[in-house]
């Protein structure tokens, strides 16, 4: 059975990889993430019914709204999330606080 992902960060790595598995196994994504040009390049084999792309920063509450209503008005479900959107902070930890 077809599973709809929604996944945060899929402009590159885990995020980026676990959409193209998840297209592959015939199912639908939602991908997500700050940069939809970078999105829209990492996933351009894809592109389709089964994807639909979106710009989201995860600290916004007003963008994760309207990206998960975007992916429910699309598919009319999310069954699994990966949230994977991420940053850094570089340096020793004691110099960090």
């Known amino acids: 059975m077809s599973k709809v992902w929604f996944i945060t960060g899929a402009g590159s790595g885990l995020g980026a990889g ?9 199912d ?7 940069n939809v040009a970078k ?7 894809y ?15 007003d963008e994760v709204q309207a990206a998960v209503d975007r992916g429910i008005a699309e598919f009319g479900t999310i069954d699994v999330l990966l949230n994977n959107a991420g940053g850094g902070v570089f340096g020793n930890f004691e110099e960090l606080a």
């Open 18 to 26: 676990t959409a193209r598995a998840a297209l592959q196994s015939g």
């Open 28 to 34: 639908r994504v939602i991908a997500a993430g700050r």
């Open 39 to 45: 999105i829209n390049d990492t996933l351009r084999e």
């Open 47 to 61: 592109a389709g019914d089964d994807l639909v792309v979106t710009a989201l920063d995860v600290t916004n509450p």
